[in-house]
Each structure stands twice: as structure tokens, then as C-alpha cells.
């Protein structure tokens, strides 16, 4: 039942607002609202109780394995959430004096260093508030610098055909054309192909690596020279930073810009689908345009840097700073880490992808590569299973809820038929990774003898499959009252 | 180590498995040389127990200060249940919906957040959020563009009194796309965006037109009249509102003969704490006949194979994950934490304690006005109504004011000279509900002293 | 249009399935002209042209959500984007196969967008335009040729 559905007129929290409505009187008539809008009229108690029964609906990494490929579920720690929201801090206004925000510019200072330190990179801002908005400000930066040296022609970014799909969007965002080149049967991208298009119209290619096919691009520093002696520059995709954290680093790979996820990376909440963070780190030829704010340190006291001690830069992206608690919650995790920690981020996540891909071998799930280690993530394909017994990786992963688990992501990368990317992350114990395979094979099993007991999972959720197409085509998105 | 479960034994275990001899031999993929360098910048793991008390150290030197600063960021009372349903586990640590099955919970609140937020502004209908109220503006021009299918010039008129970072980022969005954005001035007496100005572009092809409520400077802008100018001049209309105001002012869809096209703003008035600005959240609504050009997720009722009601997300072929370089914008994330608080704040406030909250914050501030201006030399700038901030000139430099008061913890505003150099100097000053008389008592004692000196 | 994922069709909805699988796959219409785009094209005689999708390209998409339509009075470049064609896991651009005027267009698939995946070749016509250039006719695919694109297709 909707929040609507149990509204009753009238009835209100009266403990959280005002004791009576303050006088309007100085506001023109005819700039109020005629009627008030139509919300929910609840006791402060069915607020709580509609919510907290809505919450427990949900899987979340608090309370299921949560594999899903390119997105790093690992475990979000709680003192992250509580250090962070400390008044001083959750009460700060953006708009604070440097003098009073000492505090607060301290950690996003350190942040700023630590994130340059780990990634090989010579500056770094944290002001995009999404992986998205981190590969906008990157591809930006880009046309900043070549636009800068009138090198105009360049009006082509080169991306792999599996790459994920927000790099070739911020590409067109910032006016450029994609050149797509292919990647091999071997998961490397197609080094000839990439010859072929690499030219005087080239801006640079976006890459991730490990890329998204899970494996690591073994002739990065070749493809980072090609790239560099055609004139183009190298944008690196931090979805996968979660594989290399503190064992390689993209600057060192030659990459000239990066964008890291803070909420795959760093742990930050992935609270149903944001808030996210995306900084953006760089060498030092990008320097000068990265977007503000950034925080500099002068050796006693920390300060904003502004528009005008950049004068080339991209310009800001949010109003303020970025998602700052967002940040301080990165930040608090970095502390917990420290250096030791971020490097054991890379070992333990690729042991248990690699302990995973062994063991889905050996129980005879067909692996996309399966000559190449696994990152800190793999793809198996099921494409064998939908041909011989009808029932697809869509139908896998339904059935998996019923098993208690999060699937994995399904359907990307579009270049493998029928796969699952799967990304256990280090935080998982060997129980959570054996207990994914067992029910895989018992599906597997259950798809031999009663295909269509997968093919209607799942069973034991709030809702069974629900029509998409429905969805679409009759667009309900926003409640109104029936009478 | 933190957050590592295995123990040794497991580690040789699953070694032995892959048939590995250490975890070093899983990276053998890896060229030796990229695999050699030291982390000496980053210091080493602490303790959560250090953590903790690093991190009080550092929130104390930034607290007790009287904040009277509002320009985009305002801090109201936050039921204290919001937050603490907002951070359980289940909404805090729950990926994107894309299993919907697995996620009702998430996709039942979007649902209503949505229902919420299109009745707030008047509009059919609302997407489940973008990242804050300045890239939903770039979002909304771009939106504009796309759903215009008469006008071909991609010039958007922007007043000159919305906020300076509004403009700034939604360049930094749009400039690489051939798209223009044309400042339009405001009127010196009343803070309010010219109609003279704005007549000069009449017959010519204009994409749209933005209009805030209430504009940068707290002033309410005549928007019917925007508007309508808008509708003559077969321009889109966008609005950027302060959605706590829209509670008791008229909404967007209201304006004008037919409302505006698309309604954005800063979602931060409801729920979310201030926290230096981020993360908060941008909202976008519209009208039903351009819903498919708006960006950003969106979640739709229907049923499941049991005719049983469900949400799933929906339309989601314009996204990047489908459409790439031809989605309607790169946006992956919303701010479903942001969204989720805002949610259950909305549903605890309801429109009664929204009118409260918003009317108690404007009853606030007119104090603090009226207490400011009676000190000699202190003038209220525009002469027009205001909602929740008001415009003050002052009689002797912005920083000397704002150094001197700062020495006793009361931030006195925001130094408007920078952006308005015209204005001379006046500082854009905000008191809201949640203020203590006190505290706007030492301000206005404060800042009496030290003019009297 | 150039489809790029494999779609995933709600097989468990009994009104999603055999919708246009009665007839053959293979069935291309003797009567009309075909582009390697999946778009095809019936002559009207005196210089306008139908356009619509093929049944290949229907069963690509999946069951169809929205048809953007182009408008009465657009002209278009043969290559250029006459519309999009929406699915709920795919969004296609149609390429135009001739240039001309949009003389008319098929408004039923306002409402009912799943004319198109139901009789791609009847009442799917999604819309007409006056030939530019008659002799642009002379490009499209006879009906062998297009069997053979949708065969390398399938592979």
C-alpha cells in the first residue's frame, strides 16, 4: 500500500513543526498557493513504520552476498556513516569561512593527497559527484587542453565496443565523435584496430583497466605510447580500481586522466542508487583545467582555491563542493585502511574472484576467458545452458533471490551472450562465495529437470517478474487520487 | 586487516585450489614494472577507536558557529526518525533497482518521492532525481533543447539574478554542445528580472526561458509574467525553485496560462543537513508531453505474473546503459540515499508541516531583518517581496563586517561583491526556523557595536 | 536501425508470447524493397513511398514500448534519422532509406506501438514521404538480397 493509501485528513506529526503558521502577510496574495499540494497525511509513527516495512523489502550488502560485476558491494563500515555526520561537520554550511572550516578542509586535503598517492597521479579534485560526472570533467579536460594549443582538428575520442555505456555519452557531452575499435577473443582490446583509427582527428581513448571484460589489458603501455605519439591523450575508467588498489597504479600505465568511484572503490553507500562520487585525477599537462573547488595547504592553514587561481579551469560542476559527506565518509575509510589495507583491497578481492572462477570451472560453467586470471572479477557465460535447456542468465539470476543472493550483473559487457559479471569483493568470507556456487549448480540441476520452475522465478520475493513492457507502454510514474 | 575475513588457513586453502602459490602469483598478468613503487604518502590504518577520535578533533574545530548564510543551502529541522530509517542498512547499503524484484522497497518509495514531488510543483510528473539543483538545470537546458521541436537556436535566456554557481556549472554542462546561454539583468530597485531586458528578444527564436522562485536574492520574481512572455514567444519555460517555498507559494505548474514545461531546483531544503554543501539532491518535473526526454532514472507501477501491483524502473531505453552515445545524458547514479530522506521527511512534514516549516523560516528571518535594518546605516537593498532571504546594503566594506563578526562565531552572510559588484556593499543574509532568538539577538548586537564604533 | 542488445523478452507473460510467430521468420513480402538497416519500403506510385520496420527488426527489439514518429512536413536525407523506434531493453534509431518529404504518418502507433511487432508490414507503416530523388530507389534490396542479410544476421 502506498504512503497515499493510508493517509487520513488531518492527521499530522505534531511534534516536528512549528506550534501555529506564521503570519504571510507580507507576501503578495496572489503569489500563494491556492491549495495546498497533495501529500500524505500520516501520524509521525505510520511515517516510521510504512519506511522501516519498505526497508526490509530490499537485499543490501547489510544482508545479502551481493556479487554484482563493476559495482564492488563490499561492506560499507558503519563508523564511516556515524564519523561523519559529527556536528561541525553534518551541520557545516558550504558556504563557511576557510577560518571556520579548518576541520573540514583538513580531511578533504588529506583526501585529495591520498588519492593522488594510491592512483600515481600529480593532482586531484574531488568536486564531481558521480563516476559519470567524474568521466564528463575528464573527457572536458581533455578538450580544454587540446583547445588550448589550437589543436582543433582533434574531434574523435576512441572507446573499446565494451566499454561501459556512460563513456561514449560524456564523449558526445563534450562534442566529440566515438570510434569504436573491438576487443579480442582474449579480452585484450585489438591493438591493429586501434592503429587503423589513431590519427590527427584523435582526442584520446577511454579505457578501463582491468577492462570491463575482467581482465587486465596487458599491452597498456604500448597502446598508451600509440596513443601518445598520434597526439591524443589517455582517459582511464576507475570501475575497476578496486582490482589494482595500491598493487598498480594508472599513472604509472600512462594514463592522463582518471576518474575514480568512490562508492565502488572507497566504500562510500550505495544507497539504492546514489549518491556516488567521482574525482578526478591527473597529470600534470591537465593540471591547469581541473574543476573547482580543490583544496590547497599552505603549511598552517587550509583554504578553498577559486576560479581565480584557475583561470583555465573546466569550471565548477555542482554548486558547491561536490558531495562533501560523501567524501568525508571515503576519507574516514582511507584512515581505517591506511596503506597496508588499500593494498590487501587488490590481493584479497582478486583472490576470491580467482577461488570463484576455479571453482565454476571445475563445476563445468563455461568462462568467457577462460585462459586469463581473473581480476577482481570474471565472467562466466551461461549461453550453453540457454541453448541446451531454454533457460537463459535473465532466468539464472531470477531464481538466484530465491537462493538468498544477489545476482550478478547481468548482460553487460553486451559482448558476451547470456553472461554474468561477477565481483565478490575482498570483504566476503569463503562461505558466502561456496554458498553462490552450491546454488548454481542447483539450479543448474533444477533448470536439467523443471526448466520452467527457473524460468518463474522468483517465488519467495514481495512481487514475482513484473511486466516491463506494461511499465513502458501504460507510463504510471506518479500517484493520483482515484475520485 | 580491516574488513578481511579470512583467516590463513583459508588463505592456503583457496590458494591451493587455484593452484597458486601465493596471492602475488595472481597478478602475473601484470608487467613487472608496473607492479613496483611505495605508498609512503598515505599514512598507515588506524583503529576505528583513533579514527573516531581524529575525526572529533577535526568536527569540533568547525562547530558553535551562528550561521546566517543561505544562498542555496538552508538548514531547517530534520524530524530526528528520517535519518535514522534512511541509514538502515537495507535503503543504506541496496545497490540501483535493477533486480526489481529485489528491491520493492527502494522502488516503492522512488515511486512515491515522485508522486510527491510532482504534486509539490504542480506538474505531471517527476524523474527520481539528479545529482544537485545546479547540473539539473544544465540537465533541464539540455532537456529543452532536445524537446523543443520548433526552435533551432539553442539560446536559452538565464537571469542574471539566479545563483552564480547555477550559471557556472550549467556552462560548464552545455558549452561544448553549441549552446548559448544569454544573461538577462534585473532591475536595480527591485532585485527582480527585466521585462524591459527581456523584451528585446521578443519574435526572436528562443529556446527558453529560466525563471528562479524565489530568485538568488530571496526576491519573489513577478513569474506569471515571465511566464506568459514565454508562451508569446513560443519559448519552453524552466523553473528553479526552492521546493520547501513551494509549499506555500504558487507552484510552477500554476504559472502562467499553462504552467512551465519543466520545474528544478535543490532538493537540500527537505531533509537533507547541510554537510558542507553535498550530498543533496537536484529534482526534475515536467509535463506529460515531454516525459520521455528527461533524464535520470525513473520508476514506474505495474503488476507482476500474479496481477499483484510492483515498481520497476522504466524508460529506461533513452539511458546510457542502452542508448550510449545517443542517451538523453551520461547520468548513471541518482541520489537515492538523498531521496530516500527526503521521502520519509515529506511524508512526516506532510503539506501542513511543510507550510509550517517554510512560513516559520520566513517569520524568522523577517526578524532578523527588522532587527538588522533598525541599526543606523544598514538598508534592505531591493525594495520587493522576499522569501526566507533578504539583501542588506551596509554602510562600510563586506569583509570588515564579516571578519569582525566571524571573530565572535557569527557568520554574517554571504559577500555578494564578487558576483554583484553592483550592488556595492550588501550581503545576502538568511534566518530560518531553526535559528535561536538568541543567536539573531547577537548578530544584530554584533554588528550594532561594531558600526557604532 | 542498428540493434545492439540481444533483448529479454518477458516470456512468462502469456500476451507477450507468439505475437507474429505464426508466420515464418523467414517470410519477407515479394511486394517491397529493403535496406540491410532492417526499414522497408513499398512504391505508391506516383512518387511516395511507405516506410516501416522489419519483422527481423521487430523480433530484435522485442515487444515495443514507444515509436517516435518524425513530422508531417520533415524533410529528410536518405541515411538520416526519421524517427526511433523504443523497446523496454532497446532504442533504435530508424535510418531513412530515401530522402524526401513526410507526407503522412502512421498516428495509430501512438497508442498502440505494438502494431509494429504485430503486422510489421501492414498496419505497423510508421510513415510516407514524396521521393526527392525517385532514382534512390534503384539502391534498395530486392527481397533475395534482404533474405540474405537477415541469414548472416542470424549467425
Not at chain 2, 407 to 433: Q, W
Request: aromatic letters at 6%.
Amino acid at each position: 500500500m502506498l504512503i497515499f493509501e493510508q493517509s487520513s485528513k488531518g492527521r499530522r506529526a505534531h511534534a516536528q513543526s512549528p506550534a501555529a503558521m506564521a503570519s504571510l502577510d507580507d507576501l503578495p496574495a496572489d503569489m500563494l498557493r491556492k491549495a495546498p499540494p497533495l501529500m500524505p497525511e500520516v501520524s509521525e509513527m505510520q511515517a516510521v513504520r510504512h519506511y522501516t516495512r519498505l526497508s526490509q523489502k530490499n537485499f543490501s550488502i547489510d544482508t545479502h552476498f551481493y556479487p554484482l560485476g563493476s559495482c564492488t558491494m563490499k561492506y560499507n563500515p558503519r563508523a564511516c556513516n556515524s564519523l561523519s555526520m559529527l556536528p561541525g561537520l553534518v551541520d557545516r554550511h558550504p558556504y563557511a569561512p576557510d577560518s571556520h572550516s579548518q576541520g573540514f578542509l583538513s580531511c578533504m586535503h588529506d583526501l585529495q593527497e591520498i588519492l593522488k598517492e594510491v592512483t600515481g597521479m600529480k593532482a586531484v579534485s574531488l568536486s564531481p559527484m558521480a563516476g559519470a560526472q567524474g568521466e564528463f570533467a575528464g573527457v572536458a579536460m581533455i578538450k580544454a587542453y587540446h583547445d588550448a594549443r589550437n589543436d582543433t582538428a582533434r574531434n574523435e575520442i576512441i572507446v573499446p565496443d565494451a566499454a561501459h555505456g556512460t563513456n561514449p555519452a560524456s564523449a558526445v557531452m563534450c562534442g566529440y565523435k566515438i570510434k569504436e575499435i573491438p576487443t579480442r577473443d582474449d579480452g585484450d582490446i585489438d591493438v591493429n584496430a586501434l592503429k587503423q583509427v589513431l590519427g590527427p582527428q584523435t582526442a584520446g581513448i577511454m579505457l578501463t583497466n582491468p577492462s570491463t571484460v575482467g581482465v587486465f589489458e596487458r599491452r597498456i603501455q604500448e597502446i598508451a605510447a600509440l596513443v601518445h605519439d598520434a597526439g591524443g591523450l589517455l582517459y582511464y575508467d576507475g570501475a575497476n580500481l578496486n582490482a589494482i588498489l595500491g598493487k598498480v597504479r594508472p599513472g604509472d600505465m600512462g594514463f592522463d586522466v582518471i576518474h575514480m568511484n568512490l562508492h565502488k572503490t572507497f566504500s562510500t553507500p550505495h544507497g539504492g542508487g546514489g549518491p556516488g562520487a567521482g574525482p578526478v585525477g591527473v597529470s600534470e599537462r591537465l593540471e591547469p583545467f581541473l574543476p573547482i573547488p580543490m583544496v590547497d595547504y599552505d603549511g598552517t592553514q587550509y583554504r578553498f582555491v577559486t576560479a581565480d587561481d584557475r583561470p583555465q579551469s573546466i569550471g565548477r560542476l555542482s554548486a558547491f563542493a561536490g558531495n562533501a559527506g560523501i567524501l568525508l565518509r571515503a576519507y574516514i575509510y582511507a584512515r581505517l585502511l591506511g596503506r597496508e589495507g588499500m593494498t590487501r583491497v587488490a590481493e584479497y578481492s582478486t583472490l576470491n574472484a580467482n577461488y570463484m572462477l576455479k571453482k565454476m570451472k571445475a563445476a563445468g560453467f563455461e568462462a568467457a576467458y577462460p585462459e586469463r586470471r581473473a581480476t577482481h572479477e570474471f565472467i562466466i557465460t551461461l549461453r550453453k545452458e540457454a541453448r541446451d535447456l531454454g533457460v537463459n542468465a535473465m532466468d539464472f539470476a531470477k531464481r538466484l533471490l530465491d537462493y538468498g543472493v544477489h545476482a550478478p550483473t547481468t548482460y553487460f559487457p553486451l559482448l558476451v551472450p547470456e553472461c554474468f559479471l561477477i565481483e565478490p569483493t575482498e570483504t566476503e568470507s569463503i562461505d558466502s562465495l561456496d554458498n553462490f556456487i552450491e546454488a548454481m549448480i542447483q539450479i543448474r540441476e533444477e533448470a536439467r529437470n523443471e526448466a520452467d520452475r527457473v524460468k518463474g522465478a522468483p517465488y519467495t520475493l514481495p512481487v514475482r517478474r513484473l511486466d516491463d513492457v506494461k511499465a513502458a507502454r501504460e507510463l504510471d510514474i506518479a500517484w493520483k487520487p482515484t475520485e | 586487516m580491516p574488513f578481511i575475513p579470512h583467516t590463513e588457513e583459508e588463505v592456503r586453502h583457496m590458494l591451493d585450489t587455484i593452484g597458486a602459490n601465493s596471492i602475488d602469483d595472481l597478478f602475473d598478468e601484470i608487467p613487472a614494472d608496473l607492479r613496483s613503487f611505495s605508498l609512503d604518502g598515505i599514512p598507515e590504518g588506524l583503529p576505528e577507536m583513533e579514527v573516531a577520535h581524529l575525526m572529533h578533533e577535526r568536527a569540533r574545530k568547525d562547530s558553535n558557529v551562528h550561521c546566517f548564510i543561505g544562498a542555496g543551502a538552508y538548514d531547517h529541522h530534520i524530524p530526528a526518525a528520517v535519518w535514522e530509517i534512511a541509514t538502515r542498512g537495507e535503503f543504506y547499503s541496496a545497490y540501483t533497482p535493477y533486480q526489481a524484484e529485489a528491491s520493492q522497497g527502494t522502488l516503492q518509495l522512488l515511486y512515491e518521492y515522485q508522486s510527491m514531488m510532482s504534486a509539490l510543483m504542480g506538474m505531471d510528473v517527476s524523474n527520481a532525481s539528479l545529482y544537485d539543483g545546479a547540473s539539473a538545470l544544465g540537465e533541464a537546458i539540455l532537456m529543452a533543447i532536445r524537446a523543443h521541436r520548433k526552435s533551432k537556436s539553442k539560446k536559452i535566456l538565464v537571469p542574471k539574478s539566479l545563483h552564480p554557481a547555477y550559471r557556472q556549472a550549467a556552462n560548464a554542462i552545455v558549452k561544448n554542445q553549441d549552446i548559448e546561454l544569454i544573461e538577462i539583468p534585473f532591475e536595480n530597485a527591485t532585485g527582480k528580472t527585466s521585462l524591459d531586458a527581456l523584451s528585446e528578444y521578443a519574435g526572436a527564436d528562443i529556446t527558453a526561458l529560466v525563471i528562479g522562485q524565489p530568485n538568488f536574492f530571496g526576491v519573489l520574481e513577478d513569474v506569471d509574467a515571465l511566464t506568459r512572455w514565454a508562451e508569446e514567444n513560443n519559448a519552453m519555460t524552466i523553473a528553479v525553485v526552492n521546493p520547501l517555498a513551494m509549499s506555500i507559494l504558487k507552484p510552477p505548474g500554476q504559472w502562467g496560462e499553462n504552467g512551465v514545461d519543466i520545474a528544478c531546483g535543490e532538493g537540500q531544503p527537505l531533509g537533507i543537513p547541510l554537510s558542507s554543501g553535498g550530498p543533496y539532491f537536484g529534482f526534475m518535473c515536467a509535463t506529460q508531453k515531454i516525459v520521455r526526454q528527461m533524464p535520470g532514472r525513473i520508476i514506474g507501477r505495474t503488476v507482476d505474473l500474479d496481477g499483484k501491483p510492483g515498481f520497476s524502473l522504466t524508460l529506461q531505453a533513452r539511458e546510457q546503459h542502452i542508448r550510449r552515445s545517443k542517451a538523453t545524458s551520461n547520468i548513471c547514479t541518482n541520489q537515492g540515499l538523498m531521496v530516500t530522506a527526503a521521502t520519509i521527511h515529506m511524508s512526516m512534514m506532510g503539506a501542513e508541516g511543510l507550510a509550517r516549516a517554510a512560513a516559520g523560516s520566513h517569520d524568522k528571518h523577517r526578524k532578523l531583518v527588522s532587527g538588522l535594518s533598525a541599526i543606523k546605516g544598514v538598508g534592505v537593498k531591493f525594495d520587493s517581496p522576499v522569501f526566507n532571504e533578504t539583501v542588506i546594503s551596509l554602510p562600510v566594506e563586506n569583509a570588515t563586517v564579516l571578519e569582525a563578526l566571524a571573530a565572535d562565531n557569527v557568520l554574517a552572510g554571504f559577500d555578494l561583491k564578487k558576483d554583484y559588484p553592483e550592488l556595492g556593499n550588501a550581503l545576502l543574509v538568511c534566518s530560518t526556523e531553526k535559528q535561536g532568538d538568541a543567536s539573531i539577538d547577537l548578530f544584530v548586537e554584533k554588528l550594532g557595536t561594531l558600526l557604532a564604533s | 536501425m542498428h540493434v545492439r542488445v540481444k533483448p529479454v523478452i518477458n516470456s512468462e507473460f502469456p500476451q507477450y508470447q507468439n505475437q507474429n510467430r505464426e508466420r515464418d521468420m523467414s517470410y519477407i513480402p515479394s511486394d517491397l524493397l529493403f535496406t540491410s538497416s532492417h526499414e522497408w519500403v513499398r512504391d505508391e506510385g506516383d512518387d511516395t513511398v511507405t516506410i516501416g520496420i522489419t519483422d527481423h527488426a521487430q523480433e530484435l527489439l522485442g515487444d515495443l514500448v514507444f515509436i517516435e514518429l518524425p513530422e508531417v512536413g520533415d524533410t529528410i536525407e536518405t541515411g538520416g534519422e526519421a524517427g526511433v523506434v523504443e523497446s523496454v531493453k532497446a532504442a533504435s534509431d530508424i535510418f531513412s532509406p530515401l530522402s524526401g518529404e513526410v507526407i503522412e504518418i502512421n498516428e495509430d502507433l501512438v497508442d498502440s506501438p505494438e502494431l509494429v511487432n504485430e503486422q510489421a508490414y501492414d498496419n505497423g507503416w510508421i510513415y510516407k514521404i514524396k521521393l526527392a530523388e525517385p532514382s534512390e530507389m534503384e539502391n534498395l534490396l530486392k527481397p533475395e538480397a534482404y533474405s540474405e542479410v537477415v541469414e548472416a544476421d542470424e549467425h
